[in-house]
């Protein structure tokens, strides 16, 4: 068993902002907000040392990484995962891309052509256009 408690505080005034002591009496987003800091900071203490300012393996994929948070706890953990050295790649379904498209580098779409099986890679400001099937 492991009991994981934190606090955090209001980086301006230095107020305690919010405790966790369980998960449970959390909402989805601020649970996912607290597990992606607590296993963002296991990784970066595991992959990193103090020669090195970022991780020896810095690339992170989250697959349906915070589709419980709105747009507010999700930046918070994007910028966390972001301070600790991390590049996040994240992929959630197309409906849950509002939230995260402000923390954004780069949108792609991934499609899938349930006929053929083929999958292609598309910038998501452009149409998916399926590649031709010569």
Do not use: C
């Not at 902002?17 to 992606?36: F, I, M, P």
Request: aromatic fraction near 8%; glycine fraction near 8%.
């Amino acid at each position: 068993h492991v009991e994981i408690s934190a606090e955090r505080f209001d980086h301006v005034t230095g107020e305690l902002k919010a405790t966790y002591r369980t998960l449970g009496e959390k909402s989805g987003g601020e649970s996912q907000e607290l597990v992606a800091f607590i296993v963002g900071s296991a990784l970066r203490f595991r992959l990193g040392d103090e020669m090195r300012s970022r991780p020896r393996f810095a690339p992170v994929f989250l697959d349906e990484g915070f589709v419980k948070a709105d747009s507010e706890f999700a930046g918070r953990a994007v910028l966390a995962w972001r301070g600790l050295g991390f590049q996040l790649i994240v992929g959630v379904p197309l409906d849950k891309v509002t939230g995260l498209e402000p923390h954004m580098d780069e949108l792609l779409a991934i499609t899938k052509n349930s006929r053929t099986h083929q999958s292609w890679i598309t910038p998501i400001s452009s149409a998916p256009v399926e590649p031709n099937a010569d």
